[in-house]
Structures are given as structure tokens and as C-alpha cells.
């Protein structure tokens, strides 16, 4: 019988197996809450980071080496989120994503499998996606600080400013030199 996916989504939240579950003095809901909102950042990391490399691999044009690397620097530094995510919620004694069809069932960022995508679009894709990414890992820490998770909302803070860097660094690079907005 097959898992529809509100049972799967059900089954897929909450706190870890007994034998996974970490002391914290937290209160149950609190860590149930935390890990759900860092799942789905989780999950949006891996999709971007996907997305990231897939631009990186794809990347054509006069400005090629340039995008290249730059993607490669940005991956790298979305695959760097990754452990801690996961440790973090681990650490609170939540479970975490096990799966490339969990990322799929929690992740927000949408994916491009285009055939070809064009260099401008591919950065301003990836411009919003990180500035996507930013406005999630605010709301993940706006569950942090209801919750009194001191911890997680630091570390959240600096995925913030990596992903603000992220943002302007696209941006600038697909800017015209008479387009200034946002």
C-alpha cells in the first residue's frame, strides 16, 4: 500500500525513535518545532546546492569561467551547511531528512531541469532562490527564539550573512549597468 503524502509528511515530522533521541532541556514541542523548521531549510539547502551545481556544470558563454567558478564557491559553501543542519538537529533530538524523496516532500526551492538555460537566467534564478533561502532561515530563527534555542538561532544567523553574500554576488553579476532595483 502506498504512502500518500500527508501520512508521509505526518510521519516524516515529530521527535526521533526513543533509541535516537538526545537529552536536551528543551521541551518536547520546542525541539519538534525546531527540527521541522531546519528540515525544511535542510531540504531547501540541497535542492539550491543541486540547482547551484547543475548552473555550474551547464554554465556557457563568454563569461564562463567566471560563473563557473563562481558557482563552485557557492555550492561548496551550501554543501558546508549541510552537517551542521542535520547535527543540529540531531543534537535537539530530532530526526532529520534521510532521503533524496524527503529533500523532494520538504524542499521549497524549486528545481530547473531545462535543457538550456541562459547564463543571465541561471544567476537571477539563483539570486532569487538564495534571497528565498534567507526569508526561510529567518522564519527558522523566529522558531528558535520562541523556543529559546539560543544555539541554533547563532548558527542560523550566520547562514543568514553567507546567504545575503550569496544574493549580492549574484545580483551584481547579472546587473546592467542601468538597472539599480532589487
Known sequence: MAISKSDQEKKDAGAANPALRTPTDLKPEATGQIANALNAVLADVFAL???????HWHMSGPHFRDYHLLLDDQATELFAMTDPLAERIRKLGGKTLRSIGHVSRLQRIPDNDADF???SQMLGELCDN?????ASLREAHEVCD????????SLIENWID???ERTWFLFEAVRSPDKTGH
Open 49 to 55: 546546492y543541486m540547482k547551484t551545481k547543475n548552473f
Open 130 to 134: 538564495n534571497r528565498a533561502l534567507a
Open 162 to 164: 553567507e546567504t545575503e
Open 117 to 119: 538555460v541562459e547564463p
Open 146 to 153: 520562541d523556543n529559546r534555542d539560543i544555539a541554533t538561532a
